[in-house]
Each structure stands twice: as C-alpha cells, then as structure tokens.
C-alpha cells in the first residue's frame, strides 16, 4: 500500500519570506498523481497544485511550486512570497495512475504559521 | 453551483446512538468518498463508491456503512456511535476520469459524548 510522510508536523515562516513544506512517498509504482491541498481554518479543502509522475517539469501555480524528484520520492511545496492568507494545514497526498477507481491517500499534514 | 453539500456541519450524540451523514453532489461525478480526520492523522479513507450500487472499503470502515442509490447522493451511517468516532468527516467527489481533481465538502464535525 502506498504511504505519504509529511515530516514536518508545523512550521513557520515571516511575511513575505518563501517557505518549503516536505513530503515523501512510497510506492512501487511508476505513474501517478500528487497532489497539495490547503484547509485554512474555515475548513475547507482546497486544491493548491498537481503533478502527474510522467511529467518531468515542476508544477507552477501562481506563489505555489513544487520540488518533484521522482527518483528520491520526493515532493515539496515552496510557497514564495508568504501571505498571512497561506497560514493553513497543508496536506500532500497521492493517488495511483493505474487504477481509475483509486482514494486519495493522505499525508499526516503541516501545520504552517505566517508572522507579520 | 453548490458543488459537494455535507449536512449537518455539526452534531453531538449519545454513545449508542445512530445518525447519517449526509452527502450529495450536483457534478455527476462517478466517483464519492468519505473521510475522516482526527488531530494528527490526516484524512483516513473510510468508504468509497465509483458508482451508483457499488462501493467498498477504505482504511477505517468499522462502524460505518454506506450506500449509494444515485449518482448524487452517497449518505454515511453511524450504526452505533461511540467516543472513538469524535471527528471530522469530509465527503468528496471527482469525475471518473484519471487526472483530476478530488472536490471536497465543508466537512462535519461530530462529537460523541
């Protein structure tokens, strides 16, 4: 079964500053999808960036890019240019390639402060 | 478009007692979960369907049941509610399709006493 580690249980960063959230993987797979998601204290699940497996270039969204390696099963999210709105729990988590019908897998998540 | 719609957003109840969840979509997504999330655990897969008439386990079934009668609506059972269900449960939908996005409701939070 796939797993997704989320080492970092809170972190912080000041306004304005970039900060890189870690997340790693496990799977004998070789296509799939990851995936960031925000939930702000409203909540809410919020999709913040994708990456197909069989791509090789980073996702890009706006502040929000990630650090894909597949090799090390790797996957981090840089948050550059830090706002008081991006203070969240940020979830990565995985889903397989091969089979339609597959969940989501999730990480514990991270915690993220912002300081003004 | 309301998107995934989870009633209620809060409940307290009983040990003992049974309740449903509510959950429905209006994207016609063939494929609906259920998920609950507890302080430092992340989300747990507890149900799923890809489909109207089927579904299947995820990784915390126990004590939960589900079905799934039409595309829209995928209702999660409490059978008999105990303290250990204290959580937050959050419903999502997405297509059939391969590379897409998972569409998550405003989740419930439930507490039992």
């Known amino acids: 079964a796939q797993t997704v580690t989320q080492s970092q249980p809170e972190m912080s960063v000041q306004e304005a500053e970039t900060v890189t959230l870690s997340c790693t993987y496990d799977?004998?797979?070789?296509?799939?999808?990851l995936f960031w998601y925000k939930q702000p204290p409203s909540r809410q699940m919020i999709l913040v960036i994708r990456?197909?497996?069989?791509?090789?270039q980073n996702a890009t969204e706006n502040r929000f890019s990630v650090n894909f390696q597949k090799a090390a099963k790797s996957f981090s999210l840089k948050i550059s240019d830090s706002q008081l709105g991006d203070a969240a729990m940020y979830f990565c988590?995985?889903?397989?390639?091969?089979?339609?019908?597959?969940?989501?897998?999730f990480g514990k998540g991270t915690r993220l402060s912002v300081i003004a | 478009n309301a998107g995934v719609t989870q009633t209620p957003k809060f409940q307290v109840l009983k040990t003992g007692q049974s309740m449903t969840l509510q959950c429905a979509q209006d994207?016609?997504?063939?494929?609906m979960s259920w998920y609950r999330q507890d302080p430092g655990m992340g989300l747990r897969l507890i149900h799923y369907?890809?489909?109207?008439?089927?579904?299947d386990q995820g990784e915390v079934p126990n004590g939960y049941n589900v079905s799934r009668s039409t595309t829209e609506d995928f209702p999660l059972r409490l059978l008999s509610a105990a303290p250990s269900q204290t959580s937050v449960y959050f419903c999502?939908?997405?297509?059939?399709?391969?590379?897409?996005?998972?569409?998550f409701g405003q989740g419930t939070r439930l507490t039992v006493v």
């Open positions: 999502a939908s997405r297509p059939g399709r391969m590379n897409t996005e998972a569409f």
């Open positions: 799977t004998s797979e070789s296509d799939y999808y």
């Open positions: 990456q197909e497996a069989y791509k090789q």
């Open positions: 988590a995985y889903r397989s390639a091969w089979l339609q019908n597959t969940p989501l897998v």
């Open positions: 994207m016609n997504h063939e494929y």
């Open positions: 369907s890809v489909g109207a008439g089927i579904t």
